[in-house]
């Protein structure tokens, strides 16, 4: 553990507001009474009250709450998990419709111990929004499912709008940051979904904080640029707690500034950048556009999705 877990403080700009309303405790209920499961509970974002309380906006996690790997910056638990849950997707696509969303992110455990990694169940989820939801937009992000190139083609056939794998961090720090994950094969599934599917926007997200240098961010830029990915998000690493990772150092607001102006000069179509910046924060911004042509499409009649191809414009 690095001494810097016991003497660094978290500055100012970390504080927020928890905002605990009737909207807030509105979505947790749905959230228990479904059996469902959100990333914003189980990975503790900080976000989690601006998010239910104001924007009414979730990132649904699916496949249980029980993943297979233990990554050292991750609260999620770790273990064996359950048996697949197929009434999941209906219920999902049920909140997802309760809550009026126009724009949904799902992501999942890894689930090393299931041969496609989840991908069946992942494709039926979205399926299942698009049915009862056909106005809202639909992000996913997955694992990387071992570098099992069948299971992409089988989650890709549900049409996500946007697909999100995150490298977490740099190349050097990848093995001490992810449990069995590998950096390359992330990078390698980015470019394989623009390779089955070119029009859907990727998107990747790294963590700062845990003890990376500047030219190793910059080069994390350019390694997702040569692969392809169009939206990257930068945020502060926070220590969950005192077994996981401690955080090496905090980033200024303004040094955040910076890395999104030199992303955005790198060529991404979009980078949100922030300490408290997260994977899927503000997401139903990055597809304005296209969130509102399917709405038009819904209007004007176009009730079955599933077949139409979306041109993804930014």
């Known amino acids: 553990m690095s001494k810097n877990s016991t003497t660094l403080r978290k500055p100012e700009w ?15 209920k749905l959230m228990r009474e479904n059996r469902l499961n959100t990333v914003c509970e189980e990975a503790r974002c900080p976000n989690i009250h601006e998010c239910w ?23 999620v638990k770790t273990g064996l998990p359950n048996e697949l849950d197929w009434g999941e997707p209906e219920r999902v696509a049920d909140s997802v419709e309760i809550m009026g969303l126009k724009h949904v ?3 999942a455990v890894a689930r090393d111990d299931l041969n496609d990694g989840g991908a069946a169940v992942f494709a039926e989820t979205v399926r ?15 694992s990387d499912m071992k570098g099992d190139y069948e299971s992409l083609h089988t989650l890709m056939d549900g049409e996500p709008d946007i697909f999100n794998h995150n490298i977490e961090t740099v190349r050097r ?11 390359d094969r992330s990078l390698q599934l980015l470019q394989r979904v623009k390779e089955i599917r070119p029009n859907t926007p990727t998107k990747s997200s790294i ?16 390694d997702l640029r040569a692969h392809h990915v ?7 690493y926070l220590q969950p707690t005192k077994k996981h990772l401690a955080v090496e150092r905090y980033y200024h607001p303004d040094e955040f500034e910076e890395l999104k102006k030199i992303a955005l000069e790198k060529g991404f179509k979009h980078c ?20 509102a042509q399917r709405r038009i499409d819904y209007m004007k009649g176009y009730e079955n999705q599933e077949n139409k191809q979306v041109d993804f414009q930014f």
């Open 14 to 28: 970390l504080k927020t507001k928890i905002n605990t309303n009737q909207s807030y405790r509105g979505l947790k």
């Open 53 to 75: 309380s104001e924007r009414k906006t979730a990132t649904f996690m699916i496949l249980g709450d029980t993943c297979t790997r233990g990554c050292r910056f991750c609260a």
């Open 105 to 107: 992110v799902v992501t």
């Open 128 to 142: 299942a929004i698009r049915r009862k939801n056909p106005g809202c937009t639909i992000e996913i992000l997955p």
């Open 173 to 183: 720090l990848t093995k001490r940051v992810r449990a069995r994950a590998m950096y």
């Open 207 to 222: 963590m700062v904080g845990l003890g990376e240098e500047k030219e190793e961010i910059i080069q994390a830029m350019d």
């Open 230 to 236: 169009d939206i990257m998000t930068i945020g502060q």
């Open 272 to 291: 949100e950048a922030g300490p408290l910046v997260r994977s899927s924060y503000h997401a139903d911004e990055q597809v304005s556009k296209t969130s």
